[in-house]
């Protein structure tokens, strides 16, 4: 690769991808920490005969006999008021049209709450079979980034939209929730373009820059509303995504014949690992353009055993990351910035179990040391067995604020796994209708998102009792979907895939076509692949080429 190269094309696209995914995962939940700045504090709670504002307040009983003490200020725990803050352009519209400023927040249940933070799941399941189909047909660059881009310019009008009705608001989360579908299915698309089978795993962590949108987000969405005021979150995500979008026009290419930076042995080695060097741009199209085996794909048992294990992933990390924020300020008492930081930590602990899970699951189908379904039932097993254990010892904490804390970071950690099980199952049955794949099981298991906070609602969020049986509800779930993809998942690529390609299972036929292509090309002998695991990489060069 030429010295003036900075990095390879796949580096640059798991880079772009990984921040459109927090770009994506950004959208979907500033409301989810905006809303507890957002409501009006409650004043009726009690433990016992003892008023307090937060589940797990207990007076300090040992301060009875020292009458200058007095109980701790519930001020310092609590976000109570705007006062002090600086005022945003929707505050000043407000005092300039003399209409009411909601400065002790707004009147909404926990009801109408919930409908607020499911409402961007609605219609979420609408576009999730399109994405794949749209990204097949027009490209994973045109759908993936106007689904992200249009859902933060939607989040220019929600402030002003709060202030008008919240079912105004509901309208906009619900219209984001229709056009960030798009996003997921679309990118499964172009990472069967791109990558590799044996570095599908790794690419697939880039997904998981949505862990990072909200393990950075929530924290800086915290200190946003403390210091300013919460309008300022959505004018942040509005811009934040726009300066994101322009990089992903320059820079992003649907696929290695159309990037016209991409150096030539780069290309090659991808083309004929993917087995599709002998077709050009138009080979591509037309192949894109072949009917889709709806039949097949929806009678597939690999497939179904996909879709539950993602159902139970999904159930367990939308409540986990929906109602985080709310919880610890319910239950324990946080301030808005520590509810942030709180809600965040898991996320980041997620996304760096998710790169060295993906290593070891590589690590294993490279030497060989596991069947491709073999890891994928290991990564399966860990983002919902696992995961629903910690979230049912989460249940039992009670109002141990460590306990509480340790376990909902265990839990939200493990599902990283994720990227090593279904999600990188779902490319491996069948990389040439990945993102149909994607669509089909988002179009399903999107449903958590919506039904989840529709049950907290009608449960109550306000006590350690009710948040018990939140999360006892989560983790039988992710136990039950787990075991059941434990039993009978099936990671090989199926015959429906293709009906003139040869049915591969671990990819090494293709990733040896593709070094074999490489080693035939004078002009590429410096970044030739060693295929034999055993062997140390030759140089620098090549180790950029074969990692993302």
């Known amino acids: 690769m030429a010295k003036d190269e900075p990095m390879s094309a796949r580096t640059t696209l798991?880079?772009?991808?990984?921040?459109?995914?927090?770009?994506n995962y950004m959208i979907r939940i500033n409301t989810n920490i905006t809303i507890v700045a957002m409501i009006k504090q409650s004043e009726t709670e009690f433990v016992g005969q003892t008023k307090v504002d937060y589940a797990c307040y207990v007076a300090n009983d040992s301060i009875t006999s020292e009458?200058?003490?007095?109980?701790?200020?519930?001020?310092?725990?609590?976000?109570?008021?705007?006062?002090?803050?600086?005022?945003?352009?929707?505050?000043?519209?407000?005092?300039?049209l003399k209409l009411d400023l909601q400065e002790d927040g707004f009147?909404?249940?926990?009801?109408?709450?919930?409908?607020?933070?499911?409402?961007?799941?609605?219609?979420?399941?609408?576009?999730?079979?399109?994405?794949?189909?749209?990204?097949?047909?027009?490209?994973?660059?045109?759908?993936?980034?106007?689904?992200?881009?249009?859902?933060?310019?939607?989040?220019?009008?929600?402030?002003?939209a709060s202030y008008w009705d919240y079912r105004i608001l509901v309208f906009l989360r619900v219209v984001q929730g229709l056009i960030c579908g798009l996003a997921w299915p679309a990118m499964h698309h172009m990472a069967g373009q791109w990558i590799p089978p044996n570095e599908r795993s790794k690419f697939v962590t880039a997904y998981l820059g949505s862990s990072i949108g909200v393990a950075l987000n929530f924290p800086l969405f915290g200190f946003i509303i403390a210091h300013t005021s919460w309008e300022y979150v959505y004018h942040f995500c509005g811009i934040f995504g726009t300066v994101w979008y322009v990089a992903w026009l320059y820079l992003v290419y649907d696929s290695p014949s159309e990037h016209p930076r991409i150096h030539p042995a780069e290309r090659k080695f991808i083309e004929s690992s993917l087995g599709i060097s002998d077709h050009g741009t138009q080979g591509k199209r037309e192949q894109?353009?072949?009917?889709?085996?709806?039949?097949?794909?929806?009678?597939?048992?690999?497939?179904?055993?996909?879709?539950?294990?993602?159902?139970?992933?999904?159930?367990?990390?939308?409540?986990?990351?929906?109602?985080?924020?709310?919880?610890?300020?319910?239950?324990?008492?946080?301030?808005?910035?520590?509810?942030?930081l709180l809600s965040g930590i898991p996320h980041l602990c997620r996304m760096l179990f998710a790169y060295v899970f993906s290593i070891i699951g590589d690590h294993l189908l490279k030497h060989e040391l596991m069947s491709r379904t073999g890891v994928r039932k290991m990564g399966g097993t860990m983002c919902c067995v696992v995961n629903g254990i910690f979230v049912f010892a989460l249940?039992?904490?009670?109002?141990?604020?460590?306990?509480a804390?340790?376990?909902?970071?265990?839990?939200?950690?493990?599902?990283?796994?994720?990227?090593?099980?279904?999600?990188?199952?779902?490319v491996d049955m069948s990389p040439r209708y990945a993102g149909i794949l994607l669509g089909f099981s988002g179009m399903i298991t999107v449903i958590p998102g919506f039904v989840s906070p529709i049950i907290v609602g009608m449960v109550g969020n306000h006590t350690v009792e009710q948040w018990r049986i939140i999360f006892l509800i989560t983790s039988a779930t992710l136990i039950v979907c787990g075991l059941l993809y434990m039993a009978f998942a099936d990671s090989s690529q199926q015959a429906w895939n293709s009906a003139d390609v040869p049915v591969i299972d671990d990819g090494k036929a293709e990733e040896l076509e593709g070094l074999q292509a490489l080693n035939n090309d004078p002009s590429s002998r410096n970044i030739v692949l060693e295929l034999d695991s055993t062997k140390?990489?030759?140089?620098?060069?090549?180790?950029?080429?074969?990692s993302v």
């Open 67 to 96: 009458p200058d003490q007095s109980p701790p200020s519930l001020e310092h725990s609590l976000l109570r008021s705007r006062e002090g803050k600086i005022i945003s352009p929707e505050q000043l519209l407000l005092r300039l």
């Open 395 to 403: 249940a039992n904490s009670g109002c141990n604020s460590l306990m």
């Open 14 to 23: 798991w880079y772009l991808v990984f921040v459109g995914f927090a770009v």
């Open 288 to 340: 894109d353009m072949a009917p889709t085996p709806w039949k097949q794909i929806i009678l597939s048992k690999p497939m179904w055993m996909t879709v539950i294990a993602q159902w139970g992933g999904i159930w367990g990390l939308f409540t986990l990351m929906t109602q985080a924020p709310t919880y610890f300020n319910n239950v324990h008492g946080w301030n808005i910035e520590m509810t942030g």
């Open 107 to 160: 009147d909404w249940n926990d009801y109408q709450q919930g409908i607020i933070l499911g409402a961007f799941y609605w219609l979420h399941w609408i576009t999730q079979i399109p994405g794949g189909i749209l990204a097949r047909r027009y490209g994973t660059k045109l759908v993936f980034g106007a689904s992200n881009v249009i859902g933060c310019w939607l989040c220019f009008l929600m402030p002003i």
């Open 536 to 546: 140390e990489p030759k140089t620098d060069e090549m180790i950029r080429l074969s």
């Open 405 to 426: 804390t340790i376990f909902l970071t265990l839990a939200t950690t493990v599902h990283g796994a994720v990227s090593t099980g279904p999600l990188a199952n779902l």
